[in-house]
Antibody, heavy 119, light 106 residues
């Protein structure tokens, strides 16, 4: 059974970088044909696709975030990570890590974490 | 990007009744549409993909239909555990996008 555990700070200052890590258990992040992804949900709003990374390291980012976003994988720790730079209050959201089957269908989810951008 | 419009925003139904939720796409997404259920404080869970295929373990009372730009999620007989928010997602055109959700309440 695949499990995803998200970790990271709950509070980030404006203009700083938001860094989140998702630790995978029950499977390898380097498993062939697996994607890993990030989704967020601003307070009281719908879901937003942030981006994903393929087991090869190839990434696919939401164009609205591309200039500030980096998603990476660390097979040695069985983790994948999100870094979002120059954050503003608009980045305040519940962030989820997930495994998108076929790069799109969010089959497995980690428990979300609330990230607040505030000074 | 593709905009998904869900209606209604809130659907009030009695247990045992049928619920019909709508999702309309701003351009064709073929059958590349999924539905998710989200309960308070939880991550969403995948219900339907390919517009009409139930995900593993999803009860048969959930059914999806439609193609192109008009899609429907039907819950044939609402159970207490079905009261939740339902989101549609398109994965035909990147970036994948979601609707704002329909809340199904008692």
């Amino acid at each position: 059974q695949l499990q995803l555990q998200l970790s990271g700070p709950g509070l980030v200052k404006p203009s700083e970088t938001l860094s989140l890590t998702c630790t995978v258990s029950g499977g390898a992040v380097s498993r062939t044909n697996y994607y890993w992804g990030w989704v967020r949900q601003p307070p009281g709003k719908g879901l937003e696709w942030i981006g994903s990374i393929y087991y090869t390291g190839s990434t696919d980012y939401n164009p609205s975030l591309r200039s500030r976003l980096t998603i990476s994988v660390d097979p040695s720790k069985n983790q994948f990570s999100l870094n979002l730079s120059s954050v503003t209050a608009a980045d305040t959201a519940v962030y989820y890590c997930a495994r998108p089957v076929r790069g799109a269908l969010l089959q497995d989810w980690g428990k979300g974490t609330t990230v607040t951008v505030s000074s | 990007e593709v905009v998904l419009t869900q209606s209604p925003d809130t659907l009030s139904v009695f247990p045992g009744e049928r619920a019909t939720l709508s999702c309309r796409a701003s351009q064709t997404v073929n059958s590349n549409l999924a539905w998710y259920q989200q309960k308070p404080g939880e991550a969403p869970s995948l219900l339907i993909y390919g517009a009409s295929t139930r995900a593993t373990g999803v009860p048969a009372r959930f059914s999806g239909s439609g193609s192109g730009t008009e899609f429907t999620l039907t819950i044939s007989s609402l159970q207490s555990e079905d009261f939740a928010v339902y989101f549609c997602q398109q994965y035909n055109h990147g970036p994948w996008t979601f609707g704002l959700g329909t809340k199904v309440e008692i």
